[in-house]
């Protein structure tokens, strides 16, 4: 008969502003043996702790976060919480995957803010430290997944990218239009002011 696991990686979730950050801070602060980790951490100048969001290089931020997961495991972190604001199931894939490799409960928590509870999203504007709209949170809570158990999320997938619409050129040929492709996310890690990490060590969303 295999034990139960006795270490645990917390799965936070919820829009910024939501309390869902200062829920895993104050988890954290109970455990000593504990680590949190957030994506976006890769946004914070080392030098001047300054946040400097680029969407651009969110594929890449991803990667990171889920190598530092991954390391965390591989050290046996007792209690390793991922710190970001998973509103879909496949967000949260890679990590769930990685915990139960390395035989770790897993647990989904979420902030229960008043604010957060009635979906707030003026309050969770204001609320949220990196100055995200309430346009932008109202996007979140468009896309938000409450079917978030665990083999729910083991089958899940990242949707689709929706195809953008055609836009005419200008030229010789004024029936002509362009579609423009969606990159793949990069596995490389080329932010300078970041720490590298081995390329053996990225994890495949």
């Given at each position: 008969?295999?034990?139960?696991?006795?270490?645990?990686?917390?799965?936070?979730?919820?829009?910024?502003?939501?309390?869902?950050?200062?829920?895993?801070?104050?988890?954290?602060?109970?455990?000593?043996?504990?680590?949190?980790?957030?994506?976006?951490?890769?946004?914070?100048?080392?030098?001047?702790?300054?946040?400097?969001?680029?969407?651009?290089?969110?594929?890449?931020?991803?990667?990171?976060?889920?190598?530092?997961?991954?390391?965390?495991?591989?050290?046996?972190?007792?209690?390793?919480?991922?710190?970001?604001?998973?509103?879909?199931?496949?967000?949260?894939?890679?990590?769930?995957?990685?915990?139960?490799?390395?035989?770790?409960?897993?647990?989904?928590?979420?902030?229960?803010?008043?604010?957060?509870?009635?979906?707030?999203v003026?309050?969770?504007?204001?609320?949220?430290?990196?100055?995200v709209?309430?346009?932008?949170?109202?996007?979140?809570l468009?896309?938000?997944?409450?079917?978030?158990?665990?083999?729910?999320?083991?089958?899940?997938?990242?949707?689709?990218?929706?195809?953008?619409p055609?836009?005419?050129?200008?030229?010789?040929?004024?029936?002509?239009?362009?579609?423009?492709?969606?990159?793949?996310?990069?596995?490389?890690?080329?932010?300078?002011?970041?720490?590298?990490?081995?390329?053996?060590?990225?994890?495949?969303?």
């Amino acid at each position: 008969m295999s034990e139960s696991p006795s270490n645990v990686l917390v799965v936070m979730r919820g829009c910024p502003g939501s309390g869902k950050s200062t829920l895993a801070q104050a988890i954290a602060a109970n455990h000593p043996r504990s680590v949190v980790l957030s994506t976006d951490d890769y946004f914070v100048d080392p030098h001047t702790h300054e946040y400097d969001f680029d969407p651009s290089l969110l594929g890449q931020a991803h990667q990171w976060n889920q190598s530092r997961a991954l390391d965390a495991l591989q050290r046996q972190v007792p209690l390793v919480i991922i710190d970001n604001t998973h509103t879909q199931k496949w967000e949260a894939r890679p990590y769930v995957q990685l915990a139960l490799q390395f035989n770790y409960a897993v647990e989904i928590k979420e902030p229960q803010t008043e604010w957060w509870l009635r979906r707030d999203v003026d309050q969770m504007a204001r609320k949220n430290s990196h100055g995200v709209s309430v346009e932008a949170i109202a996007r979140m809570l468009e896309r938000w997944e409450s079917d978030f158990e665990i083999d729910a999320i083991l089958k899940s997938r990242r949707p689709a990218p929706a195809p953008r619409p055609a836009q005419p050129r200008s030229g010789p040929s004024p029936g002509y239009t362009a579609t423009v492709s969606v990159p793949k996310r990069l596995a490389a890690f080329s932010q300078p002011r970041r720490p590298k990490l081995p390329a053996s060590s990225a994890v495949p969303v």
